[in-house]
């Protein structure tokens, strides 16, 4: 195991059907998020599977394949997922959205079954998501299994003391994103995530993620952006962070959804981080 492929996360859905539709994405795909993990030499992940119930779906995403559901949904924290993550070191398991205390505890209830179940992950979280309550999850996964941590997503350019601020004493790792392509935010990224560690204080972590597809240039909704990441922009936030990572800067990175793996429209974009990851990889020699 390399430097960075030990800190390096997958993300993404584990799929019942292959090819088939997940989240997010346009069309059918013959990747999981295990079978990407393998592909980049990664042992750790964030399992989104969890994050959505039917009755959300069906309210908020009605525009998806129906098929999302029996292909991710139906299935999600299931045995059948875990024995398929089994080669994982590491789970970050995502909370339901708008039944997130809920799913807090189931999940700390099947890490203590699943070993490699090292924590809850709270995607989009802000004061209405999940934060009201985010002392409330904390206390009951501790009383289930003491070992769990929390993950939060955070965007650089949403205001801290709304959104984050009242969740630090509870939050772990703190991974930051940036939702509209930007070779700017690429170039001041160190600052951002000193500002970030400045915020949350001591005794936290920061991953970066990053995004394959292009959700935020448009200003139009997620069901609707048709179109990857420009290539330019992709290859400066591989770059970034992947130095970011080996110089000490950042405590990880999240590399992005899974099923777009095995899309053809994205193969320029995968084939350089995969070829990058291995080339910052085997040429560091470790003493």
Same mark, same amino acid.
Request: include cysteine; proline fraction near 3%; glycine fraction near 4%.
């Given at each position: 195991m390399g430097y960075l492929k030990d800190r390096i996360w997958s993300w993404g859905y584990v799929l019942n059907n292959v090819p088939g539709p997940a989240?997010?994405?346009?069309?059918?795909?013959? $990747?999981?998020?295990? *079978?990407?993990?393998?592909?980049?030499?990664?042992?750790? $992940?964030?399992?989104?599977?969890?994050?959505?119930?039917?009755? #959300?779906? /069906?309210?908020?995403?009605?525009?998806?394949?129906?098929?999302?559901?029996?292909?991710?949904? /139906?299935n999600a924290l299931?045995?059948?997922?875990?024995?398929?993550?089994?080669?994982?070191?590491?789970?970050? $398991? *995502?909370?339901?959205?708008e039944n997130y205390l809920d799913s807090a505890i189931r999940i700390a209830k099947a890490s203590l079954i699943h070993k490699n179940i090292c924590g809850i992950h709270l995607d989009d979280y802000s004061a209405a998501n999940g934060g009201s309550i985010i002392r409330e999850i904390k206390e009951s996964i501790m009383e289930i299994n003491p070992a769990l941590k929390i993950a939060?997503? &955070?965007? #650089?350019?949403?205001?801290?003391?709304?959104? #984050?601020?009242?969740?630090?004493? #509870?939050?772990?790792?703190?991974?930051?994103w940036c939702w509209v392509p930007s070779f700017d935010y690429w170039q001041f990224h160190e600052d951002d995530?000193?500002?970030?560690?400045?915020?949350?204080?001591?005794?936290?972590?920061i991953f970066q993620g990053i995004y394959i597809h292009d959700f935020g240039s448009s200003g139009r909704p997620? &069901?609707?952006?048709?179109?990857?990441?420009?290539?330019?922009?992709?290859?400066?936030s591989v770059e970034t962070i992947c130095e970011h990572t080996c110089n000490g800067i950042l405590d990880g990175i999240i590399l992005p959804q899974a099923?777009?793996?095995?899309?053809?429209?994205?193969?320029?974009?995968?084939?350089?981080?995969?070829?990058?990851?291995?080339?910052?990889?085997? *040429?560091?020699?470790?003493?």
């Open positions: 989240p997010f994405t346009f069309g059918k795909s013959r $990747c999981s998020l295990e *079978t990407q993990a393998a592909y980049l030499g990664a042992e750790r $992940c964030f399992y989104m599977n969890s994050m959505f119930s039917t009755a #959300y779906l /069906e309210k908020h995403f009605k525009s998806w394949d129906p098929e999302v559901v029996s292909n991710c949904v /139906e299931s045995e059948q997922h875990f024995q398929r993550l089994g080669k994982m070191k590491q789970i970050f $398991c *995502t909370l339901e959205h939060a997503v &955070t965007y #650089y350019n949403w205001d801290w003391d709304k959104h #984050y601020a009242s969740g630090v004493p #509870y939050i772990d790792i703190f991974s930051r995530i000193k500002k970030l560690r400045d915020l949350a204080g001591d005794g936290k972590k997620v &069901t609707e952006c048709l179109n990857c990441v420009p290539i330019d922009v992709f290859k400066k099923a777009y793996f095995s899309f053809l429209s994205h193969k320029e974009h995968v084939s350089f981080l995969k070829e990058y990851v291995d080339w910052a990889d085997d *040429t560091m020699t470790e003493l």
